[in-house]
């Protein structure tokens, strides 16, 4: 990955990790505020669970603590990295700011944010930050398993 996509890349997931944040914050303003598009839906939601709505065993607060430690851990990741310019850096960088974003809805409001509700995946319900952590976590395993 050359400097330029690099810097990219990092811009990209930062305005996106940025773009979940106001989202949330809109959402939390305006709970009752909905719009419907073609493929989802804008609605508020809080989520006390875990991921994908799974019951968590741990406190909202416990799992913000693991989730930047996760975030840590990641961010630590690229540090390290003696090739910090690499599509694995760039994955551990968007989990760590998707991480880093839904932990501090854990810590502060008791759940995760969430806002857009996809109808067609049995009323899924998510935000901007799962979607990095997903892509990312998607992209790590991918890359780990090129290298067999």
């Given at each position: 990955m050359t400097a330029r996509w690099w810097?990219?890349?990092?811009?990209?997931i930062g305005l996106i990790a940025?773009?979940?944040?106001?989202?949330?914050?809109?959402?939390?303003?305006?709970?009752t505020f909905s719009f419907d598009a073609v493929l989802f839906?804008?609605?508020?939601?809080?989520?006390?669970?875990?991921?994908?709505?799974?019951?968590?065993?741990?406190?909202?607060?416990?799992?913000g603590i693991i989730g930047l430690l996760v975030a840590a851990g990641a961010l630590y990741?690229?540090?390290q990295k003696r090739h910090p310019?690499?599509?694995?850096?760039a994955?551990?960088?968007?989990?760590?700011?998707?991480?880093a974003s839904n932990s501090f809805d854990r810590?502060?409001?008791g759940g995760v944010i969430d806002y857009l509700t996809f109808s067609w995946?049995?009323?899924?319900?998510?935000?901007?930050?799962?979607?990095?952590?997903?892509?990312?976590?998607?992209?790590?395993v991918w890359k780990l398993g090129a290298r067999d």
């Open positions: 810097w990219l890349s990092l811009s990209g940025l773009a979940d944040r106001l989202a949330k914050l809109l959402s939390l303003q305006h709970q839906s804008w609605q508020y939601s809080l989520n006390q669970q875990l991921a994908l709505s799974l019951p968590g065993l741990l406190s909202a607060q416990w799992w990741y690229v540090w310019q690499s599509f694995l850096a994955c551990a960088f968007a989990l760590a700011l998707g991480a810590l502060f409001r995946l049995n009323g899924l319900t998510l935000n901007l930050a799962d979607i990095l952590i997903t892509l990312a976590c998607v992209g790590i």
